[in-house]
């Protein structure tokens, strides 16, 4: 089982760092003794939160600003050894009701910053919150480095064009990017205001809450559920070896679930929850993949990584979390 090295003396800066995959990013930073950094832009409607970052507000600094603000990021990433890049556009519905937005954020955002690294700070490490939206419906599964890409909407091709755009500042210009494709996250620090993404999560709330879960169609729907702990030991994990520059990976957890069983585990584990089952609604099955599971053969292999924590037991930790702070969240 791999473990991570100590990042004392290293700066450390997230971008999106108030939400729920960066914030937790910046925890486990805190305690492996670095100094970080969150640059947040505070944007509706996404997970930024600064309950996510209660327990490390006095140890970390906060910039508030957005990626696509160009000066902004040249000024705040010289001199960062590590940068993990998670601010983003990040509904799927969203990003095809209002396109322009997406590609504004998911791609000026990403060349934003990678441009700011080559003239400011072309040393640092730079790892790039992508998402198994840039896959789209698998023609096989598990789905791998090797599996073409599809996005079945428009956030889908644009943070394929952000990943690309770090492979190619990698391969042109030497910068020490990587992109982690990550599936479906779930655990503590999560947005719950909205099913619109990180949908887990919000169930957990609704059946903490007493308000019905509502599955479309059978709920036979498969996708890889990754825990957050395990995401931000990745991303970490990479920005500490020189094995991951100019490499993409899947991340996820490698065991394929069908939506209605976690649905099922989440009322196991709140202790009540009521199921009702509707019809798909159009705008939703359009974008709907099917089934989705990863392998993370390649992440193991060259970055030593792999899941720690089963679907049971962050289900119960997540569960757990919202219980004692819902009010916070909602
Ligand atoms: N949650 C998942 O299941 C999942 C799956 C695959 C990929 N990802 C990727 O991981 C990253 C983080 O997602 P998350 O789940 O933590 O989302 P989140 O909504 O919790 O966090 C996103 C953060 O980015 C910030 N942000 C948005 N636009 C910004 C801008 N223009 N400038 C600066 N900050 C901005 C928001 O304020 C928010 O704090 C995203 O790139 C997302 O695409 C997430």
Redesign the pocket.
């Known amino acids: 089982m791999y473990s991570l090295s100590s990042l004392s003396g290293k700066s450390v800066f997230v ?8 914030s937790t990013v910046a925890h486990k930073a805190v305690s492996l003794g670095a100094k970080v950094t969150i ?5 509706n409607p ?3 939160n600064f309950a996510n970052i209660r327990e490390i507000r006095g140890k970390i600094s906060f910039v508030r ?4 603000d160009f000066n902004k990021l040249k000024q705040h990433v010289k001199g960062m050894d590590i940068i993990i ?6 509904s799927h519905t969203l990003s095809m009701s209002d396109p322009l937005l997406d590609m504004d ?1 998911n791609c000026r ?1 990403a060349l934003n910053l990678l441009e700011a690294c080559r003239q400011s700070n072309d040393s640092a490490k730079i790892i790039y ?5 840039v896959i789209g419906t698998p023609k096989t599964t598990p789905v791998d480095e090797l599996h073409p890409e599809s996005p079945a909407d428009v956030q889908g091709i644009n ?1 394929l064009a952000a990943e690309k755009y770090y492979m190619l500042y990698h391969g042109v210009y030497g910068l020490k990017t990587t992109a982690m494709r ?5 655990g503590p620090r ?2 719950v205001k909205t099913g619109d ?2 949908i887990v999560n919000w169930f957990v709330k609704r059946a903490l809450s007493g308000e019905p879960l509502f599955v479309f169609g059978d709920g036979s729907q498969t996708r890889d559920y990754v825990y957050v702990d395990d995401i931000a030991d990745a991303m970490l994990l990479a920005a500490q070896s020189e094995k991951g520059c100019g490499e993409i990976f899947m991340l996820g957890s490698g065991k394929e679930t069908r939506f209605i069983d976690v649905v099922k585990l989440i009322v196991k584990l709140v202790g009540k929850g009521e199921i009702v089952r509707k019809p798909w609604p159009p705008e939703r099955k359009a974008i709907e993949i099917g089934r989705f599971v990863v392998s993370n053969a390649k992440i193991r292999k060259l970055l030593g990584w792999q899941p720690k924590t089963s679907l049971q037991e962050g289900m119960k930790q997540t569960v757990e979390f919202y219980r004692q702070r819902l009010k916070e969240y909602v």
């Open positions: 971008t999106g760092g108030l939400g729920f995959i960066g640059y947040d832009a505070c944007l996404y997970g930024w600003a957005d990626v696509r890049d998670c601010a983003a556009q990040v954020i955002g919150a992508s998402s198994r939206g943070k990550i599936a479906n996250a779930y999560a947005q993404y990180a």
